[in-house]
């Protein structure tokens, strides 16, 4: 159990200048108290990405998630209104639904107890001899569920402002670069089991420093001269320009997409729009335990078949990109476990330039912001 000096160390060399700061220290990363607070206090009360709103666009089509370790149902109810509950019957605390699909009602495999698409109880059997027992009095306990730019989020946290209120000019944003992805639909999934702390693979994916040392396909496949990092409330915003001549990454001379546009949303969702047709992948980024990361890219395109371009954009990401990043923050987890690293220094370009780490620092910030609400 952590104590209050713990959340008042974790703040150590932490400072809200970029330029004078230094990263989070180890223990955030390599402590098992610290993971649960991330899983309660971070996922549990921030706005957690589901799917595209495809998956439940029409009455009755639901979809079953775990978030923060907590099983949910997103469902779209006969009155076309988005809905989410915890995945748990009211009579014995047995799980309701599986997986996706289309269903008229939601029935409790366990004993038939049944519930309107509104969460609302409408039959359970062999109960007419209760006693102070009524049906309409029990319904799902509900979860907040919001459409966000094509894609679902839930938040546990019944107490959280909207996410378009939180977000700012995110959406704005996001529907200036990709105003179709509404319309997008599923392509191809990734998923990758890595070894480090959430938070690591985060920090790898705010910066573009190590991309010149580590990805040298990427800074073929991008303008690195046009990278710009941009830091918003709970947002930052990572734009370039596609390279100009031809890269060892994959093939963009037919590209219609000729941007890198990629929004980091706290504290564990990335969307990407790589050079390409129009698309939208969204990562993932589920902490599993301290040293532990479950990591999701799911592709949106135009068509559910991917052309030749962006098939060998899913190869270059999986097979060349996503190696490359596995290994970085797997070997930066290993050394936080080593006495020969505490934190480093952040490196600040004041212009923002992609090789500037102040999106960590921005990230950094918002994780020492959740671990002070704990104690308040």
Same mark, same amino acid.
């Given at each position: 159990?952590?104590?209050?000096?713990?959340?008042?160390?974790?703040?150590?060399?932490?400072?809200?200048?970029?330029?004078? @700061?230094?990263?989070?220290?180890? &223990?955030?990363?390599? !402590?098992? #108290?610290?993971?649960? %607070?991330?899983?309660?206090? *971070?996922?549990?009360?921030?706005?957690?990405?589901?799917?595209?709103?495809?998956?439940?666009?029409?009455?009755?089509?639901?979809?079953?998630?775990?978030?923060?370790?907590?099983?949910?149902?997103?469902?779209?109810?006969?009155?076309?209104?988005?809905?989410?509950?915890?995945?748990?019957?009211?009579?014995?605390?047995?799980?309701?639904?599986?997986?996706?699909?289309?269903?008229?009602?939601?029935?409790?495999?366990?004993?038939?107890?049944?519930?309107?698409?509104?969460?609302?109880? @409408?039959?359970?059997?062999?109960? &007419?001899?209760?006693? !102070?027992? #009524?049906?309409?009095? %029990?319904?799902?306990?509900? *979860?907040?569920?919001?459409?966000?730019?094509?894609?679902?989020?839930?938040?546990?946290?019944?107490?959280?402002?909207?996410?378009?209120?939180?977000?700012?000019?995110?959406?704005?944003?996001?529907?200036?670069?990709?105003?179709?992805?509404?319309?997008?639909?599923?392509?191809?999934?990734?998923?990758?089991?890595?070894?480090?702390?959430?938070?690591?693979?985060?920090?790898?994916?705010?910066?573009?420093?190590?991309?010149?040392?580590?990805?040298?396909?990427?800074?073929?496949?991008?303008?690195?001269?046009?990278?710009?990092?941009?830091?918003?409330?709970?947002?930052?915003?990572?734009?370039?320009?596609?390279?100009?001549?031809?890269?060892?990454?994959?093939?963009?001379?037919?590209?219609?997409?000729?941007?890198?546009?990629?929004?980091?949303?706290?504290?564990?969702?990335?969307?990407?729009?790589?050079?390409?047709?129009?698309?939208?992948?969204?990562?993932?980024?589920?902490?599993?335990?301290?040293?532990?990361?479950?990591?999701?890219?799911?592709?949106?395109?135009?068509?559910?078949?991917?052309?030749?371009?962006?098939?060998?954009?899913?190869?270059?990401?999986?097979?060349?990109?996503?190696?490359?990043?596995?290994?970085?923050?797997?070997?930066?987890?290993?050394?936080?476990?080593?006495?020969?690293?505490?934190?480093?220094?952040?490196?600040?370009?004041?212009?923002?330039?992609?090789?500037?780490?102040?999106?960590?620092?921005?990230?950094?910030?918002?994780?020492?912001?959740?671990?002070?609400?704990?104690?308040?």
């Amino acid at each position: 159990m952590l104590m209050p000096s713990d959340y008042q160390s974790i703040r150590a060399g932490f400072d809200k200048n970029p330029a004078r @700061s230094c990263s989070l220290l180890k &223990e955030a990363y390599t !402590d098992p #108290r610290w993971h649960e %607070v991330d899983v309660k206090h *971070v996922l549990g009360k921030s706005w957690q990405w589901v799917c595209h709103v495809e998956k439940v666009r029409s009455k009755g089509q639901y979809i079953t998630v775990d978030i923060a370790g907590q099983p949910i149902i997103v469902v779209r109810d006969r009155q076309e209104t988005l809905r989410a509950f915890y995945n748990v019957c009211k009579h014995r605390a047995h799980e309701l639904l599986k997986g996706e699909g289309t269903t008229g009602g939601i029935v409790c495999p366990y004993h038939a107890w049944t519930y309107q698409l509104d969460g609302q109880l @409408s039959k359970a059997p062999h109960t &007419e001899n209760l006693e !102070d027992f #009524r049906v309409s009095d %029990v319904c799902l306990d509900k *979860v907040q569920v919001e459409e966000f730019c094509g894609f679902v989020y839930v938040n546990l946290d019944p107490f959280a402002d909207s996410l378009a209120s939180q977000s700012g000019d995110l959406e704005n944003e996001i529907r200036h670069w990709a105003p179709d992805i509404d319309q997008l639909t599923f392509g191809h999934r990734l998923t990758y089991n890595i070894k480090s702390n959430w938070k690591n693979v985060v920090d790898n994916f705010l910066e573009c420093y190590h991309c010149p040392v580590a990805h040298k396909d990427f800074c073929q496949l991008v303008d690195m001269d046009t990278y710009r990092v941009t830091t918003h409330g709970i947002y930052s915003s990572h734009m370039a320009d596609a390279g100009n001549s031809p890269n060892s990454a994959y093939d963009v001379s037919s590209a219609t997409v000729k941007t890198h546009a990629v929004w980091w949303l706290w504290p564990n969702t990335c969307l990407m729009r790589y050079p390409g047709r129009s698309s939208m992948i969204v990562m993932n980024i589920i902490p599993v335990a301290h040293d532990r990361t479950f990591e999701i890219y799911d592709f949106y395109l135009e068509t559910p078949d991917a052309d030749a371009m962006e098939k060998e954009a899913i190869r270059y990401i999986d097979e060349v990109l996503q190696v490359e990043d596995i290994a970085l923050v797997e070997s930066v987890q290993r050394g936080m476990n080593t006495p020969a690293f505490t934190q480093g220094r952040i490196v600040h370009d004041p212009l923002g330039s992609g090789k500037s780490e102040h999106a960590v620092h921005h990230f950094h910030g918002l994780v020492l912001d959740a671990y002070a609400g704990v104690q308040s």
